[in-house]
């Protein structure tokens, strides 16, 4: 039996919220204000790397649980979805 919720589309669309949600939530739970003030772009390359690497293990963490639900599509949309990330992440890191 299909799901209505079972869309790749969907699940791309959340792929694409979901990491960036994230990286926002974690954003503000450190201080990064004495970077951006020096204007050290090229030390917080890394910081900002790492954060997306983070927000893809979101991506990742709710594709296996997806999994579990059978919702094969929407979990398809979440993968595609990492692909940016992880490109974004390289150019950082």
């Not at 790749?8 to 954003?27: E, T």
């Not at 990064?32 to 927000?55: A, C, E, K, S, Y």
Request: hydrophobic share 60%.
């Amino acid at each position: 039996m299909t799901s209505k919720w079972d869309n790749f589309w969907l699940g791309l669309l959340a792929g694409l919220i979901l990491p960036a949600l994230f990286c926002l939530a974690y954003a503000h739970t450190i201080s990064l204000d004495h970077l951006w003030q020096g204007g050290m772009f090229q030390t917080l390359r890394p910081v900002i790397g790492r954060m997306v690497l983070l927000g893809t293990f979101v991506n990742m963490a709710a594709t296996f649980v997806l999994y579990e639900f059978n919702l094969w599509k929407l979990a398809k949309g979440l993968i595609v979805a990492v692909v940016p990330y992880m490109a974004a992440a390289i150019i950082l890191l």
